[in-house]
C-alpha cells in the first residue's frame, strides 16, 4: 500500500517528470565529461555576456553568444536590444537554456525517459525566463509607468483570483459574455432521446430541401459536445444543417464517480449504435453518415466496423477529424501514455472513479507552456489584463471528466498497445476489424495539431477499405474544425480521386494547396454521397418525443 505522502507526490506527478529528471542527473553523475564539457561552456558565455553585451550598445559587430529566435514574442519589445542590461540577461537566460538541453540530450537514458526530461526542462526553462518578472519585462514597467502602478494593482488582484478560484493557475479566458444555448451550441435543436449516457440532439431544418441521408455528429467526450456547434457563424453543425443535411448530435453526460465502471463498450452501445436505432425511427431513412471527432472519430470508426462484422451496414459515409486510428506515433501525448504513466493514472483513477478534466487540461497546456500557462502569467498577473473573450477558449474551459474504466481501457488498448490498428482490440464480444469499413471516408487533419498529428491520421487511408479522401486544413487541433470559410482559411487535398499513397510524404507531394475551407471541400463531397434531395423529416417521432429544446441538460453539467 502507498503511503500518504507517497500518493500525493503520484498525484501531482502522475507522468512521472521527476523520476525522469533524477535518470538524467544520475546518467550525468556517472559519465560526467558531456555534462562538464556543457557546464565549462555555460561558464565562458557567461563571462562573456557583459562584453558582449556592451560592444553591442556601442554599435560594435559583435555576434550574440546564443542568436534569439525571432519568432519568439517574449522578446518583441525593443528594449531587449537597445538596453546593455536586458540584452545581457537575455543572453545569459538563452545560454543557461542551451545548457540545460545539452545536459539532457548527452544523458545516456531510454527516449521516453529522455522525452520527459526533455518536457520538464523546456517547461523549466519557459518558466524562468525573465519576461516572467515584473522587473525584467520591460513591457511590464512600461505598463505600469503608464498607468502609475494601476496595472500592477490589477495584475495583483487578478492572481489573488486565480490562487483562490483557479487552482493558482492563470485565466485562459474570460467566460462570462458567453452562455450555452445563447453564443455557444445556438443552432436550433431539440432533445429526442437521452439515457443514461447521452442526449441526442435533432436539429431542426434551415433548407426547405434536404439530402436523404441523415446525418450524425459523435463528439468526444473529453470535452463537450459543442465545439461542433460552436458560435454562429463558427459552427460545422450549423453549415451542414444551412447546407441541406438533417443532423443530429450526441451530448454525452459529464460522467461522476457513480460511472466509474462505464466502458468503452457501453460507449459503442449506449452512444452511436443506440443514436443509430433512433435516427432511423424518426427519419425512416436506411443510411445513416457519421461525422466524428478526435475520440468521438476512434469510437465512430470503431462503431461503423462493429455493426459491419455483424451484418449491419446503416452507416454511410463516414468523416473523421483530427482522429487518430493508429497510435504507433500519438505524438507529444505519447509522453503521457507510456505504461508506467498509463500505471499511474490507472491508480489514481481507481481512488477517484474519474479523471478530472482539470488533469487532462493540465496536459495540453504543458505541451505548449509558453502560449498557454505564461503567456497568461505575464498578461493577467504582471500587466493586468483581463483575460481574452474568445469561444474556442470559453469551450476548453468547460471542461469534463472521463470514467475509469472506460479511460482505463482506451489508454491501455489504444495508446499502448495500439490495438486499434492491429486488428485486436475486442469491443462487446468482437475483435474490431477496420478492414471492414468499406463506404467512403472522409479524413481532415490539421497542419499544427499537437494532439493527433496529420501524418499519424493519415495511416486512416491504410486501415479503411473503403475509398478516402484526405484532406490537411489549416490550424491546430481545434482551429482545424472550427475552420469557417475566410480569408486567412486553406486546405491541401489530393486532385481527383486518386487513391492515397501509402506514405503521408507522398501524398503532400502530390497535393494542391487551396484557397477556403475545408467545409466547402466536404459540402461538394458530401452531396455526392449523401442521396437524393427530400422533404425534411419531422422532429422526434412517436417513439422518440421531443423532451425538450437543445441544447439539452447534459451539456450543461
Given at each position: 500500500?502507498?503511503?500518504?505522502?507517497?500518493?500525493?507526490?503520484?498525484?501531482?506527478?502522475?507522468?512521472?517528470?521527476?523520476?525522469?529528471?533524477?535518470?538524467?542527473?544520475?546518467?550525468?553523475?556517472?559519465?560526467?565529461?558531456?555534462?562538464?564539457?556543457?557546464?565549462?561552456?555555460?561558464?565562458?558565455?557567461?563571462?562573456?555576456?557583459?562584453?558582449?553585451?556592451?560592444?553591442?550598445?556601442?554599435?560594435?559587430?559583435?555576434?550574440?553568444?546564443?542568436?534569439?529566435?525571432?519568432?519568439?514574442?517574449?522578446?518583441?519589445?525593443?528594449?531587449?536590444?537597445?538596453?546593455?542590461?536586458?540584452?545581457?540577461?537575455?543572453?545569459?537566460?538563452?545560454?543557461?537554456?542551451?545548457?540545460?538541453?545539452?545536459?539532457?540530450?548527452?544523458?545516456?537514458?531510454?527516449?521516453?525517459?529522455?522525452?520527459?526530461?526533455?518536457?520538464?526542462?523546456?517547461?523549466?526553462?519557459?518558466?524562468?525566463?525573465?519576461?516572467?518578472?515584473?522587473?525584467?519585462?520591460?513591457?511590464?514597467?512600461?505598463?505600469?509607468?503608464?498607468?502609475?502602478?494601476?496595472?500592477?494593482?490589477?495584475?495583483?488582484?487578478?492572481?489573488?483570483?486565480d490562487l483562490v478560484h483557479n487552482g493558482g493557475r492563470p485565466r485562459q479566458v474570460d467566460t462570462r459574455p458567453?452562455?450555452?444555448?445563447?453564443?455557444?451550441a445556438a443552432t436550433p435543436a431539440k432533445v429526442v432521446y437521452r439515457n443514461e449516457l447521452m442526449e441526442l440532439?435533432?436539429?431542426?431544418?434551415?433548407?426547405?430541401?434536404?439530402?436523404?441521408?441523415?446525418?450524425?455528429?459523435?463528439?468526444?467526450?473529453?470535452?463537450?459536445?459543442?465545439?461542433?456547434?460552436?458560435?454562429?457563424?463558427?459552427?460545422?453543425?450549423?453549415?451542414?444543417?444551412?447546407?441541406?443535411?438533417?443532423?443530429?448530435?450526441?451530448?454525452?453526460?459529464?460522467?461522476?464517480?457513480?460511472?466509474?465502471?462505464?466502458?468503452?463498450?457501453?460507449?459503442?452501445?449506449?452512444?452511436?449504435?443506440?443514436?443509430?436505432?433512433?435516427?432511423?425511427?424518426?427519419?425512416?431513412?436506411?443510411?445513416?453518415?457519421?461525422?466524428?471527432?478526435?475520440?468521438?472519430?476512434?469510437?465512430?470508426?470503431?462503431?461503423?466496423?462493429?455493426?459491419?462484422?455483424?451484418?449491419?451496414?446503416?452507416?454511410?459515409?463516414?468523416?473523421?477529424?483530427?482522429?487518430?486510428?493508429?497510435?504507433?506515433?500519438?505524438?507529444?501525448?505519447?509522453?503521457?501514455?507510456?505504461?508506467?504513466?498509463?500505471?499511474?493514472?490507472?491508480?489514481?483513477?481507481?481512488?477517484?472513479?474519474?479523471?478530472?478534466?482539470?488533469?487532462?487540461?493540465?496536459?495540453?497546456?504543458?505541451?505548449?507552456?509558453?502560449?498557454?500557462?505564461?503567456?497568461?502569467?505575464?498578461?493577467?498577473?504582471?500587466?493586468?489584463?483581463?483575460?481574452?473573450?474568445?469561444?474556442?477558449?470559453?469551450?476548453?474551459?468547460?471542461?469534463?471528466?472521463?470514467?475509469?474504466?472506460?479511460?482505463?481501457?482506451?489508454?491501455?488498448?489504444?495508446?499502448?498497445?495500439?490495438?486499434?490498428?492491429?486488428?485486436?482490440?475486442?469491443?462487446?464480444?468482437?475483435?474490431?476489424?477496420?478492414?471492414?469499413?468499406?463506404?467512403?471516408?472522409?479524413?481532415?487533419?490539421?497542419?499544427?495539431?499537437?494532439?493527433?498529428?496529420?501524418?499519424?491520421?493519415?495511416?486512416?487511408?491504410?486501415?479503411?477499405?473503403?475509398?478516402?479522401?484526405?484532406?490537411?486544413?489549416?490550424?491546430?487541433?481545434?482551429?482545424?474544425?472550427?475552420?469557417?470559410?475566410?480569408?486567412?482559411?486553406?486546405?491541401?487535398?489530393?486532385?481527383?480521386?486518386?487513391?492515397?499513397?501509402?506514405?503521408?510524404?507522398?501524398?503532400?507531394?502530390?497535393?494542391?494547396?487551396?484557397?477556403?475551407?475545408?467545409?466547402?471541400?466536404?459540402?461538394?463531397?458530401?452531396?455526392?454521397?449523401?442521396?437524393?434531395?427530400?422533404?425534411?423529416?419531422?422532429?422526434?417521432?412517436?417513439?422518440?418525443?421531443?423532451?425538450?429544446?437543445?441544447?439539452?441538460?447534459?451539456?450543461?453539467?
Amino acid at each position: 500500500m502507498l503511503a500518504p505522502e507517497s500518493v500525493l507526490f503520484e498525484d501531482l506527478d502522475v507522468v512521472g517528470f521527476g523520476d525522469a529528471v533524477a535518470q538524467v542527473l544520475r546518467a550525468g553523475a556517472t559519465r560526467p565529461a558531456a555534462p562538464a564539457r556543457a557546464a565549462l561552456r555555460l561558464a565562458a558565455d557567461l563571462a562573456r555576456v557583459p562584453l558582449v553585451a556592451a560592444g553591442h550598445w556601442l554599435g560594435a559587430d559583435v555576434r550574440p553568444l546564443v542568436p534569439p529566435d525571432p519568432k519568439d514574442r517574449r522578446f518583441a519589445d525593443p528594449a531587449w536590444d537597445g538596453n546593455p542590461v536586458l540584452y545581457g540577461l537575455r543572453q545569459g537566460y538563452l545560454a543557461a537554456a542551451r545548457f540545460a538541453r545539452e545536459v539532457v540530450a548527452a544523458a545516456d537514458v531510454d527516449p521516453g525517459t529522455a522525452l520527459k526530461a526533455s518536457m520538464v526542462t523546456e517547461l523549466l526553462i519557459d518558466a524562468l525566463a525573465p519576461t516572467n518578472l515584473a522587473l525584467t519585462n520591460p513591457a511590464v514597467l512600461k505598463r505600469a509607468f503608464d498607468t502609475g502602478g494601476a496595472s500592477l494593482a490589477r495584475g495583483a488582484r487578478n492572481f489573488l483570483d486565480d490562487l483562490v478560484h483557479n487552482g493558482g493557475r492563470p485565466r485562459q479566458v474570460d467566460t462570462r459574455p458567453f452562455q450555452v444555448g445563447r453564443d455557444l451550441a445556438a443552432t436550433p435543436a431539440k432533445v429526442v432521446y437521452r439515457n443514461e449516457l447521452m442526449e441526442l440532439l435533432q436539429y431542426e431544418p434551415q433548407t426547405e430541401r434536404v439530402r436523404a441521408n441523415p446525418m450524425l455528429c459523435s463528439p468526444p467526450w473529453i470535452n463537450k459536445y459543442y465545439v461542433m456547434d460552436l458560435a454562429p457563424g463558427r459552427s460545422f453543425v450549423e453549415w451542414a444543417v444551412k447546407h441541406g443535411r438533417t443532423v443530429f448530435a450526441i451530448s454525452y453526460r459529464n460522467p461522476t464517480a457513480a460511472m466509474s465502471g462505464t466502458t468503452m463498450d457501453d460507449y459503442v452501445v449506449n452512444g452511436p449504435a443506440t443514436a443509430l436505432d433512433v435516427i432511423q425511427d424518426i427519419t425512416g431513412a436506411d443510411t445513416i453518415d457519421i461525422v466524428g471527432l478526435c475520440l468521438g472519430g476512434a469510437l465512430t470508426a470503431i462503431t461503423d466496423a462493429w455493426l459491419r462484422q455483424a451484418g449491419d451496414d446503416r452507416i454511410g459515409t463516414l468523416t473523421l477529424l483530427n482522429t487518430l486510428l493508429d497510435y504507433a506515433e500519438p505524438g507529444p501525448l505519447g509522453t503521457f501514455t507510456d505504461r508506467r504513466t498509463v500505471d499511474r493514472i490507472e491508480r489514481k483513477m481507481r481512488r477517484e472513479g474519474v479523471l478530472e478534466g482539470a488533469s487532462m487540461a493540465g496536459t495540453f497546456d504543458v505541451l505548449r507552456a509558453n502560449d498557454l500557462i505564461f503567456n497568461y502569467v505575464v498578461s493577467n498577473w504582471l500587466m493586468g489584463q483581463d483575460p481574452p473573450a474568445f469561444d474556442i477558449l470559453a469551450w476548453n474551459a468547460d471542461s469534463t471528466r472521463m470514467p475509469a474504466a472506460m479511460h482505463s481501457f482506451y489508454l491501455r488498448n489504444l495508446y499502448v498497445e495500439n490495438k486499434l490498428a492491429a486488428g485486436t482490440l475486442e469491443i462487446a464480444g468482437k475483435v474490431v476489424d477496420l478492414g471492414a469499413i468499406k463506404a467512403p471516408t472522409y479524413v481532415v487533419a490539421a497542419i499544427n495539431d499537437h494532439i493527433v498529428p496529420w501524418q499519424s491520421s493519415y495511416r486512416t487511408t491504410g486501415l479503411v477499405s473503403g475509398p478516402v479522401r484526405f484532406v490537411l486544413s489549416s490550424g491546430g487541433h481545434i482551429a482545424g474544425i472550427v475552420n469557417p470559410p475566410g480569408p486567412k482559411a486553406w486546405y491541401e487535398a489530393a486532385p481527383g480521386d486518386a487513391t492515397p499513397p501509402a506514405d503521408a510524404a507522398a501524398w503532400r507531394a502530390g497535393a494542391e494547396r487551396r484557397t477556403g475551407s475545408w467545409w466547402e471541400d466536404w459540402s461538394r463531397w458530401s452531396d455526392e454521397h449523401s442521396g437524393p434531395e427530400q422533404d425534411p423529416p419531422r422532429i422526434g417521432s412517436d417513439r422518440y418525443p421531443v423532451l425538450g429544446d437543445g441544447p439539452g441538460d447534459y451539456v450543461l453539467g
